[in-house]
């Protein structure tokens, strides 16, 4: 029987703020820790801040993402945080998709036991008055009958990387969905904010998801790649939550590793706080993604039959 290697991955997240005098810092809330699941097991994790905190706490906020809190009692020109982390990643494909038999075309309704859990993930976040994303989003339903559920959203995910320029954007900030219609163009997060709105306008559950991309393979140059990544995560009854990256037309969790997993796009910033000092005294931000496969790779004990059922679902 045939294998495959399942790959280590070392992640580098470093962000750095830099101020012309010292300044005093507020309160920071960091969410750079890849979550713990069944398709990535988290080896190692190092968080180290600088200057260094007074404290740092952990928790877990009400989806489950990781989130340390620091708080400071000195002064300094530089705040940096750097975080370090090896991953052992699970890849799963478009053919891992299991959806249950009642959800294989659209359109089809959530079950009465699943249905309450999902609503805010199925609400619409943003005001569509013209129904343009709706009618943007009805072009991959089939008028004359049922549609088969995974193609459909596999052809949207496809289409946007396609049709859309992505265009790299380092200030703050995300476009409505309507604008990156318009415009045609945008970055990782935008694309990831107009899939959710297209999904949610025919009833699916979506959530947006922020993480790292990367190529697994030395031919796999993924765009997004550099800095943190966003995605879309939809639920299909028989799999869960299935991940699709309309920036580089992924379906599955190939290449992607999840950190935090939201609602809304400003429920995962990375890096938020506050700082006081002389007015003017911010300078830059600026901030370095690494995420590479182990030169070492995974050993042969860790090999996955390429034929395992329990490889099936993913989500």
Not at 25 to 33: A, L, Q, S, W
Not at 101 to 129: C, G, K, N, V
Not at 166 to 173: I, L, N, T
Not at 182 to 189: A, E, F, L, N, P
């Amino acid at each position: 029987m045939g294998g495959r290697l399942l790959p280590f991955l070392n992640l580098s997240h470093v962000t750095t703020y830099s101020y012309r005098h010292p300044v005093s810092f507020g309160e920071h809330r960091v969410m750079v820790r890849p979550r713990e699941s069944f398709d990535q097991h988290l080896l190692d994790a190092r968080l180290t801040i600088f200057p260094e905190p007074a404290d740092v706490r952990w928790l877990q906020d009400v989806f489950g993402n990781a989130v340390a809190i620091a708080t400071f009692d000195r002064r300094a020109k530089e705040l940096v945080f750097d975080s370090r982390v090896r991953v052992l990643h699970t890849p799963a494909e478009l053919q891992h998709v299991d959806i249950e038999e009642y959800a294989r075309s659209y359109p089809f309704t959530y079950s009465s036991e699943e249905m309450p859990d999902l609503l805010r993930s199925i609400e619409r976040q943003h005001h569509d008055p013209l129904r343009l994303i709706d009618g943007w989003a009805r072009r991959f339903v089939n008028p004359a009958g049922r549609t088969d559920t995974l193609a459909m959203l596999s052809d949207m995910t496809t289409a946007i990387r396609r049709e859309f320029t992505y265009v790299p954007r380092a200030e703050k900030g995300t476009q409505s969905p309507i604008e990156t219609l318009s415009r045609m163009k945008g970055t990782c997060r935008d694309y990831a904010m107009f899939m959710i709105e297209a999904v949610r306008a025919l009833g699916f559950a979506a959530r947006f998801v922020s993480g790292y991309v990367y190529g697994p393979s030395s031919g796999d140059m993924p765009v997004g790649g550099g800095n943190t990544h966003a995605w879309v995560r939809v639920y299909l009854p028989g799999s869960g939550w299935v991940e699709f990256d309309p920036t580089n037309g992924i379906v599955g969790n190939r290449g992607l590793i999840r950190v935090a997993v939201v609602r809304d796009i400003y429920q995962a910033v990375p890096v938020s706080g506050t700082w006081s000092g002389f007015p003017g005294s911010f300078l830059d931000m600026t901030v370095t993604v690494d995420a590479r496969i182990d030169p070492a790779d995974a050993p042969p004990a860790l090999a996955v039959p390429t034929a395992a059922p329990d490889m099936r679902k993913t989500g």
